[in-house]
């Protein structure tokens, strides 16, 4: 989604802002632009597309100065061109505007900013903010800022500057992130750490309804009401190198060949091998408190639902706690049972997606505990929500989600195993869950070591217009995220569907053009799936299968086998997650498509 740098301080503005928008590219992005305050006043360069040609226009025609705000936008009032690019300025060009979020009200202030004599040059709803700090500007820009602020409904966090007030940035915050970071002498602003982080690494993180004023001699936050705030400032551990390449063709690959210690990273210092259990410092909930839930509720939004939905099948089982999923999106528009005996856990790498974070505003409003497993220390979701597991997968930058994905999984294990061990669940079931975890670091790097099989896959298939994944227990949830990643990345249609399913409705797709992806592990419903893969072989489909053993039940049913080593069922999602990234890898580099930025698509999407 659209991304904000400012910055304020001794150097040269340009350089280190367009260097923050490069590092937000992988949020998605359709034009993007940038203004400086000096001498002349506020100065502007905009170009839709892509970053290289603001830079293109900034070679051509530079502007310097040491206060500047910029924006990368993700179009949704408005066409993505150069005039609807961020910033906006007031007809005089004195005051500019960057924006996230969306501004609800925006026609009707349009409307009486118009009556009032106000020309606007854009479609969106951004230029309304500019113009509206204007009418009401009297005194200093904070002041104009709190008083626009104060007639506009929906969300934003903005950055804002003014000629008539050098010296300064005003930035403000209601339901989309934003940050300050704080260096030495010199201050920025920043819609996500990334941008930043090469800089400094102490930032706060603003509250919704924080106003924050920055100088170069310092900052200060205020309410609405303009009352001073104290913040915590906190310290980024994330390092450099971790948001960069590091040497693959592309984030998505560095991240799928980041596994094996990213899961490690989920579990380091979490289990108890002894007990048979997990130790889950953050949950902010006493085991007595755990002992008496009576429902779950988990609520997540695209990979992450996937995830829920492999965490439900856990949960029940273990726990034998009624657990219910649930698209956050739907959620939070209906009237959900939700007691103070509901546990509601929100599964979101960006910690930041708006209908997962409203979702869990009003699971808490009607009275559940909330535990966020988020990705983004520090986002608001992590904040808001009463406990949580962080997911210590390190930056996700690949708008598709992968080591999320395993994470999430695994510290869903984690949560059932502590769940279930509070219950009935045995000492010696424990320890077995607890070696099955322990080992899927090494069992993710075998089959990363083989990722040349699916490279040789994915060319046998890159052309199909369509794909079919199908998978039963736990890993039905494995194939609708299988399905997801190669839709997302290389365009091509691709359904996931529980196998049996297929027979009603799915199975009329089947012809020799169709693939169809068994994930067939040797679990329990093993046996019922080879029927699916008869059944598909039967209408000449070709069958890829992703299973576990040498079975005799599959001979002569099997196009393509990918073997995945053998785990607790429980755990195989995490391991039949990595040859389904790697295939959907594949497949789009190999079709072309740009991997890490997939069109239309957003990494985070904080907009309903
Ligand atoms: C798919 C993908 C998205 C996200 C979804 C939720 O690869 O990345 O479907 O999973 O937008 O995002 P988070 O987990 O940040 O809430």
């Known amino acids: 989604m659209c991304g904000i740098v400012g910055y304020i301080g001794p150097r040269v503005a340009t350089p280190l802002l367009v260097d923050g928008l490069r590092r937000l590219e992988y949020r998605g992005y359709d034009s993007a632009g940038i203004a400086i305050l000096n001498g002349h006043g506020v100065e502007t360069r905009k170009a839709a597309g892509k970053i290289s040609r603001l830079e293109s226009l900034l070679s051509s025609s530079p502007i310097e100065g040491n206060i500047g ?64 700090i204007e009418e009401l500007y009297e005194d200093t820009l904070e002041k104009a800022v709190i008083a626009a602020l104060s007639h506009v409904e929906g969300t934003y966090g903005i950055a804002v500057m003014a000629a008539s007030d050098p010296g300064k940035l005003v930035a403000a915050r209601l339901g989309s992130p934003l940050l300050l970071g ?96 997990a130790k889950l410092g953050g949950l902010n909930i006493s085991d007595e408190e755990l002992l008496d839930i009576d429902n779950i509720i988990i609520t997540a939004c695209g990979t992450s639902w996937h995830s829920a939905l492999i965490g439900e099948h856990m949960l029940e089982e273990l726990t034998r706690i009624p657990v219910e999923v649930e698209y956050a999106s739907e959620f939070r528009y209906r009237n959900p049972i939700v007691t103070d005996r509901t546990l509601c856990i929100v599964i979101s790498q960006s910690g930041e997606t708006a209908d ?105 298939f890159k052309r199909s217009p369509n794909f079919l994944y199908l998978g ?53 419903v093993f046996d019922k799936l080879v029927s699916n893969v008869q059944e598909v072989r039967a209408r000449k489909g070709k ?34 997650a990595v040859p389904l990234q790697l295939l959907a890898y594949y497949i789009a580099v190999k079709r072309g498509s740009n991997v890490d930025q997939p069109r239309n698509l957003a990494k985070s999407v904080t907009v309903e």
């Open 182 to 277: 704080l260096g030495e002498d010199e201050y920025f602003i920043a819609s996500d750490v990334s941008a930043i982080l090469a800089h400094t690494r102490q930032v706060i993180y603003l509250d919704d309804g924080d106003v924050a004023v920055l100088t170069r001699d310092g900052y200060d936050i205020f309410d609405l009401d303009a009352a001073t705030k104290s913040h915590v400032v906190s310290r980024v551990d994330w390092d450099l190198d971790q948001i960069e390449k590091g040497g693959y063709a592309h984030f998505m690959l560095k991240e799928i060949f980041e596994q094996p210690s990213t899961i490690g990273n989920t579990m380091r210092g979490r289990l108890l091998e002894e007990e048979g259990t």
């Open 472 to 524: 039963r227990g736990f890993n039905f949830p494995a194939a609708l995220e299988g399905a997801l990643k190669l839709k997302e990345i290389s365009y091509i249609h691709a359904e996931g569907y529980p196998a049996a399913e297929m027979k009603h409705g799915p199975i009329a797709l089947i012809d020799a053009m169709m693939p169809v992806v068994f994930i067939a592990p040797h679990d329990s």
């Open 69 to 132: 705000i910029a924006h990368t936008r993700w179009a949704t009032h408005g066409a993505p061109t150069e005039c609807n690019a961020h910033p906006h300025v007031t007809e005089d060009g004195s005051i500019a505007v960057v924006h996230n979020g969306i501004i609800e009200n925006a026609s009707t202030l349009r409307t009486r900013l118009t009556e009032r004599g106000h020309v606007f040059s854009s479609e969106t709803d951004t230029e309304v903010l500019a113009h509206l």
């Open 543 to 576: 069958t890829i299968v992703l299973t576990s053993r040498d079975e005799p039940a599959l001979e002569g049913l099997v196009d393509y086998e990918f073997r995945m080593p053998e785990t607790l069922e429980m755990l195989t999602p995490v391991l039949a």
């Open 356 to 460: 997962t974070l409203a979702a869990m505003r009003e699971a808490k409003r009607r009275g559940a505990r909330t535990l966020g497993l988020v990705n983004v220390v520090g986002s608001t979701i992590a904040r808001e929500s009463d406990g949580g597991i962080y997911l210590h997968a390190g930056p996700e930058i690949g708008v598709a989600s992968t080591k999320a994905f395993t994470s999430q999984v695994v510290a869903l294990a984690l949560l059932t195993l502590k769940m279930a061990r509070l219950r009935d669940l045995s000492i010696l079931r424990g320890r077995e869950i607890v070696a099955g975890l322990q080992a899927l670091p090494g069992q993710v790097q075998q089959m990363l070591d083989r990722a040349d099989e699916l490279e040789e896959l994915a060319e046998e």
